[in-house]
């Protein structure tokens, strides 16, 4: 069965760096048309979109967030990360991993999201 | 950058139709999905490519595109599908969503 499942610290401090890992089971993360998205939502607002990373390790990112994000990929481990540094406040939030259908481009898979909160 | 339109709030009765409209440039030139996340919990696929239904999502949900405004649709709505609703698309590299609809069922 297909299982998303995010992993990471649960405080930062501000001005440092965000790290999170995403481990995908159930199949391949290398294997078929799939985009690897990081996904965030602030207490009680909306879906956010950080960016993805494709199997071929080409990535797309969210232009209000681009300067200070970086997702990888390790097939070896069939993990993908998110880096985001230089947090604020304004970057707590619930952060989701989800797997994102290449063609037809929803995201069919979503793990179970972790919280993140940036305070000293 | 391209933006989605989503109204707040809708409120609808048990047994009755509800209505979420979700709004964009040209958005029938792209697919837009849907997503419902109850409290806690993470976000459910509903509808993708503009009307398809994953397998396990009851038939009472049904979505359209056409225009500048994609549709999903509750036919009979239940208490179990007070939620929020969220509509997404893409657009030239980048995720959009829309900023979220609160289904309330009275």
């Known amino acids: 069965q297909v299982r998303l499942q995010e992993s990471g610290p649960g405080l930062v401090k501000p001005s440092q760096t965000l790290s999170l890992t995403c481990t995908f089971s159930?199949?391949?993360?290398?294997?078929?048309?799939?985009?690897w998205s990081w996904i965030r939502q602030p207490a009680g607002e909306g879906l956010e979109w950080i960016g993805r990373?494709?199997?071929?390790?080409?990535?797309n990112y969210n232009p209000s967030l681009k300067s200070r994000v970086t997702i990888s990929l390790d097939t070896s481990k069939n993990q993908f990360s998110l880096r985001l540094s230089s947090v604020t406040a304004a970057d707590t939030a619930v952060y989701y991993c989800?797997?994102?259908?290449?063609?037809?481009?929803?995201?069919?898979?979503w793990g179970q999201g972790t919280l993140v909160t940036v305070s000293s | 950058s391209y933006e989605l339109t989503q109204p707040p709030s809708v409120s609808v009765s048990p047994g009755q139709p509800a209505t979420i409209t979700c709004s964009g440039d040209?958005?029938?030139?792209?697919?837009a999905s849907w997503y419902q996340q109850k409290p806690g919990q993470s976000p459910v696929l509903l509808i993708y490519?503009?009307?398809r239904r994953p397998s396990g999502i009851p038939e009472r949900f049904s979505g359209s595109n056409s225009g500048n405004t994609g549709t999903l649709t509750i036919s009979e709505t239940h208490d179990m599908d007070e939620a929020d609703y969220y509509c997404?698309?893409?657009?030239?590299?980048?995720?959009?969503f829309g900023g979220g609809t609160k289904l309330t069922v009275l």
């Open positions: 989800a797997r994102q259908v290449g063609a037809l481009l929803y995201f069919d898979y």
């Open positions: 159930g199949a391949s993360i290398g294997s078929g048309s799939f985009y």
């Open positions: 990373i494709y199997t071929s390790g080409s990535t």
């Open positions: 040209k958005l029938e030139n792209k697919y």
């Open positions: 490519q503009d009307n």
């Open positions: 997404q698309a893409w657009d030239s590299s980048h995720v959009v």
